[in-house]
């Protein structure tokens, strides 16, 4: 996660951070009536937390209302972790009134460089009360031996 604050809707970037992969959009705050503008909504609004145990790094992504059926976490050769989905709209009734339609639907997708460190065999994934939690274990990386070399002359 970057460190770097934002000065786009003051929350953190991740412009700067070598493990995020994702794109800020420039234009996402322009209203629009357009479908992709609500498939984009649904992309942006999903938040990611990770952080970094001694033991593992761990990401949490917030996902109310989606089945854990309705979600893909992937793995790339090239370490590059994928949580993907779609929120499905809700069945419009004639005789339904709207008065404010904020959540938002469409497919959302997140990707992430993982570190060296990880061990993309072990990763784990689990669903809870709308929030996903994936585990990736870590190896424990071999310091360099240093030797010492004795100086002629």
């Not at 145990?53 to 996902?63: N, Q, W």
């Not at 419009?92 to 993982?114: A, P, Q, V």
Request: net charge negative; hydrophobic share 35%.
């Amino acid at each position: 996660m970057s460190l770097i604050p934002s000065f786009f809707n003051g929350q953190q970037s991740s412009i700067f951070d070598p493990f995020s992969l994702d794109v800020w959009d420039p234009f996402k705050d322009f209203p629009s009536n357009s479908s992709l503008s609500q498939e984009n909504s649904a992309f942006a609004n999903t938040r990611i937390d990770w952080k970094e145990t001694p033991e593992a790094h761990v990401i949490k992504a917030d996902l109310p209302g989606i089945k854990k059926e309705e979600v893909k976490v992937e793995v790339e050769d090239d370490r590059v972790l994928q949580i993907s989905g779609e929120r499905k709209i809700e069945k419009e009734d004639k005789n339904d009134t709207w008065h404010r339609l904020e959540r938002s639907s469409g497919k959302f997708l997140r990707r992430f460089r993982l570190p060296e460190n990880a061990k993309m065999d072990q990763i784990k994934a689990a669903m809870d009360n709308g929030v996903l939690t994936v585990t990736v274990p870590k190896e424990e990386l071999k310091k360099p031996e240093l030797k010492s070399i004795e100086i002629s002359g």
